[in-house]
């Protein structure tokens, strides 16, 4: 079992939809980060959360830490919104600090 | 932009040929990391450099070696290229060791064959 898992592993959408993809990890962590790919392949940090929420515009990010559950939402989601969403656990341990990226979500989000 | 370039973006290279990708940054970053992205991973660490001549090995290091003689610049080596190391590979820069926001370059997509 991976570190990192997300759901779901690909999600299609229509203009306008409220979108939530979720991260679970198994390891106690410090921070945990969403990334955003974009096909080009650039890759862009969305949120860094150690607690509580965050938003930016039409994202939302909240984390459980208790529960060691992550969720990024989109509201009124885009055609530009398409792209491929990473969670990614910084965990330490005693060679340091360690981050694990999960696999990603392919969002694609059709007019 | 976080003001970070690799270079070659595309090498299409054959298996036993030595291929080194470049790592630029304008940022002033004292970390610099390099990792492989293939169907089925995550982002895999392949080595991380901390500052001038300070490097260290991340979880997929064999094969590969790096070199920062600057601090804007963070090279990886591939002695003999191997078909395994067919990938997309993405420098990264951070303030701090896994901590902090990470900027990733556009990544370079190299194919061994």
């Known amino acids: 079992k991976n570190e990192v898992e997300q759901s779901p592993q690909n999600l299609t959408a229509q203009e306008g939809e409220f979108i939530t993809i979720n991260c679970s990890y198994s390891?106690?962590?410090?921070?945990l980060h969403w990334l955003q790919q974009h096909p080009g392949g650039g890759i862009v940090s969305l949120f860094m959360l150690s607690s509580g929420k965050k938003k930016h515009g039409r994202l939302i990010a909240t984390i459980n830490i208790q529960e060691k559950h992550s969720s990024l939402h989109i509201t009124a989601s885009h055609p530009r919104d398409s792209a491929v969403y990473i969670c990614?656990?910084?965990?330490?341990?005693?060679?340091?600090?360690?981050?694990?990226f999960g696999e990603g979500t392919q969002l694609t989000v059709n007019p | 932009d976080a003001g970070i370039t690799q270079s070659p973006r595309h090498k299409v290279t054959e298996t036993g040929t030595p291929v080194t990708l470049r790592c630029h940054q304008t940022?002033?970053?004292?970390?610099m990391y390099w990792y492989r992205q293939d169907p089925g991973h995550g982002l895999r660490l392949i080595h991380y450099?901390?500052?001038?001549?300070?490097?260290d090995k991340g979880e997929v290091s064999d094969g590969y070696s790096v070199s920062r003689s600057k601090t804007e610049d963070f090279l990886l080596t591939l002695e003999s290229a191997t078909s395994s190391q067919t990938s997309v590979y993405f420098c990264a820069i951070g303030r701090g060791l896994n901590t902090g926001e990470l900027f990733f370059g556009e990544g370079s997509r190299l194919t061994v064959l």
């Open positions: 390891v106690g962590i410090s921070a």
């Open positions: 450099s901390y500052g001038v001549k300070d490097t």
């Open positions: 940022e002033n970053h004292r970390y």
């Open positions: 990614a656990v910084r965990s330490e341990g005693t060679s340091g600090s360690r981050l694990t």
